[in-house]
């Protein structure tokens, strides 16, 4: 992961994000990108957020640098990011992930998770069928995503679907490798189908119209929060339902984005769950839900603390 922080004379602003090998990115070219941009910093300083964004293209780096900037603002201007963008952070229902496994193996996980409300349940092109039996006999009361993580064919998907619905999945995300989403152009799916590899900003939109139902917004892909309001409003505007994705990082990189939890149909902020340890004022996850945003953590008004986190030299 990659945390930034920007600070004045008088107040800081971080953010956290998680570069990714899917496309193309690690810690190493993120880091180089953000410094790059920082090589001429009476430049950098006079900047407006808007053209800052523009520097860098979508992704870890720049989702790093507009959640601090956004962080900088509230304190500079005594207003929370919430405040700012009027949003409402909220306690929401929030997917827990079950990692792919053999049937048992994964039902015996879904049974550790006594019954959550929603379960995005990771699933390649093996023994579709077996596996979601398995899970859902387990918890009978649970709602099911089923990410396929680009590696099915059409023909799995086509020749699923109907099974997976009586399994209680609500929702199918990223079926088909990106790219090759033409393929759905002309189906029609009893489960509604979610755009991830394929949807990055909201000039993914018109190519997605028509072939999936629900796009997933993660600030990593989007590059940002500003990004993400973005594409959300456009997004709904046109049709789509909204899920909140993330990679696996902490509290402080699904804060920006739990913002937009009340924009969302199915919230999948679980990536502190997978990390041995969190950030102080932390989310909490009971009950298959998420809590609101604690603003001392991130987007709050004031600095209510400080914290220690080596700062990024950016010579």
Sequence with gaps: MIVVVIA????????????YARYDES??????????LFC???????????????????????NALDCAMWDLQAKQSTRPVAEILSKTS???????????????AMQEAVLAMNSPPLVKVKLDKQDIIARMTAIANAAPHSQFIV?????????????????????????IEQPLPAGEDEQLINFTSPIPLCADESCHTEN???????????????LDKTGGLTQACSLASKAQKMGFDIMLGCMVGSSLAMAP??????????????????????????FTYADGQMSP????????AHNSERFFVDRLQLQ
């Excluded at 990410?147 to 679907?161: G, K």
């Design 147 to 171: 990410d396929a993580n680009e590696d099915w064919c059409f023909r799995d998907l086509e020749e699923n679907v109907e099974a997976l619905k009586a399994l209680n999945v609500v929702l």
């Design 257 to 282: 984005a739990s913002l937009l939890a009340s924009q969302a149909r199915y919230v999948d902020l679980d990536g502190p769950l997978l990390v041995l340890k969190d950030r102080k004022h932390h």
């Design 8 to 19: 004045d004379k008088e107040f800081y602003g971080w953010a956290e994000s998680v570069p």
């Design 40 to 62: 001429d910093r009476s430049f950098t300083r006079k900047m407006e957020l808007s053209e800052l964004i523009n520097t860098l293209p979508a992704g870890a780096a720049r």
């Design 293 to 300: 945003l604690q603003s001392c953590l991130w987007g709050g």
């Design 204 to 218: 993914d939109l018109p190519y997605l119209q028509g072939r999936y139902q629900v796009v997933n917004i993660k």
């Design 27 to 36: 810690i190493s070219t993120s880091t180089k990108q953000i410094k790059a």
């Design 90 to 104: 909220i306690t929401s229902i929030c997917a827990h992930t079950l990692s792919i496994d053999t049937p048992k």
